[in-house]
């Protein structure tokens, strides 16, 4: 497994309300499509957190230090003393490249007392909470070890964690209204399987690599990626042969000096013109009789010729501009 950061403990751009209002039970979630969610709930995606607090983890009250793990980067309003608010709200958005790849989410987190985790509407996992349906008014089962932090890996099903901005919801909840303290923080990491680096390729080309184990190289590996569809029977066709031509014009000698137009062999070319629908590319297309040639990666557009020669430099020159079509 490949584990990368997603974001960090001590994170900011997280949105929270704090307040007596309740919002909607944990049973309204994506998966629950009785449940009538939809993009008014605040687990949302879509969802409208513009107004809400926004704050830097950790977020916790009553003070900075109530948290016994870390500092508050952000003090909480948590009700006040003998009436503290049961649940506090909070959302985070974050980015992810190539979602489908990721198969589970990790999450590290510093909190009293507990809470529940949605991502994109879906619950991902509860800690320190009654089973079932919980509402605002739900205190947390018991009071929570706040000194350390706790990691939860969570595997993920498709269509969980989405292509671009993904959004984190999560209600947590106090142990009584007499507690003295309320806090989270949060850091994120998701993990891909190993041994699959991405390489985007700006074009089609050769690759060779080969891997490094501590201090030992294996030999290397060569394979041609190809963005075109590979050239074949149905799409390339050898439209020109100019085979044993004529002897250069005096005009034409005289405009290609220095070169020694007296071989007149070295201007042979085949020509070969893509009657295809679709970009393809010559790599690896070699002759059967005649000629003993492999071609390099090389696209060719519908409709495209390419030409090949035993010189180039013969073929940029003056001499085969007006070349017969
Ligand atoms: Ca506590
Ligand atoms: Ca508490």
């Known amino acids: 497994m490949a584990i ?9 751009q997280w949105r929270y309300q704090s307040s007596s209002v309740a919002l909607s039970t944990s049973n309204i979630v994506r998966t629950n499509l009785a449940s009538g969610y939809n993009s008014n709930d605040w687990k949302h995606p879509q ?3 513009t107004s809400w607090a926004e704050g830097q983890g950790l977020i916790g009250g009553r003070t900075a230090t109530s948290i016994n793990a870390a500092r508050a980067n952000t003090i909480l309003d948590i009700g006040s003393f003998g009436n503290g608010y ?3 709200y909070f959302r985070k958005s974050f980015e992810v490249i190539d979602a489908d790849d990721v198969t589970s989410l990790t999450f590290s987190t510093i909190m009293d007392d507990g809470l529940i985790v949605y991502l994109n509407g879906k619950e991902m996992f509860r800690e320190n909470m009654k089973d079932g349906t919980v509402t605002y008014n ?3 089962l018991r009071s929570s070890n706040e000194t350390e932090s706790f990691e939860t890996e969570v595997p993920l099903a498709p269509g969980d964690l989405l292509e671009g901005t993904n959004t984190l919801s999560i ?3 106090n142990s009584s209204g007499n507690s003295s303290d309320l806090g989270i923080d949060v850091a994120l990491s998701l993990s891909r399987p190993a041994g699959e680096p991405i390489i985007n390729l700006p074009e089609s080309a050769l690759i060779t690599a080969r891997l490094k184990l501590e201090d030992e190289w294996s030999a290397t590996v ?3 990626f190809l963005l075109e569809h590979p050239a074949d029977a149905s799409n390339l066709v050898i439209s020109e042969i100019n085979y044993n031509p004529r002897e250069a014009t005096l005009l034409e000698k005289l405009n290609a000096a220095p070169l020694d137009l007296e071989n007149k062999d070295l201007f042979e070319f085949i020509e070969l013109t893509n009657t295809g629908a679709t970009s ?3 790599a690896d297309l070699s002759f059967t009789e005649g000629i003993s040639l492999s071609l390099s990666p090389y696209p060719v557009a519908p409709g495209e010729r390419a030409l090949i020669v035993r010189i180039g430099t013969l073929f940029s020159n003056d001499m085969v501009r007006d070349l017969p079509a």
């Open 4 to 12: 990368e950061s997603v974001f960090p403990f001590e994170s900011d």
């Open 47 to 49: 969802f409208d957190d």
């Open 86 to 88: 049961p649940a506090v």
């Open 138 to 140: 739900d205190f947390a």
């Open 171 to 173: 209600e947590l909840h």
């Open 222 to 224: 060569s394979g041609t």
């Open 280 to 282: 393809i590319n010559l």
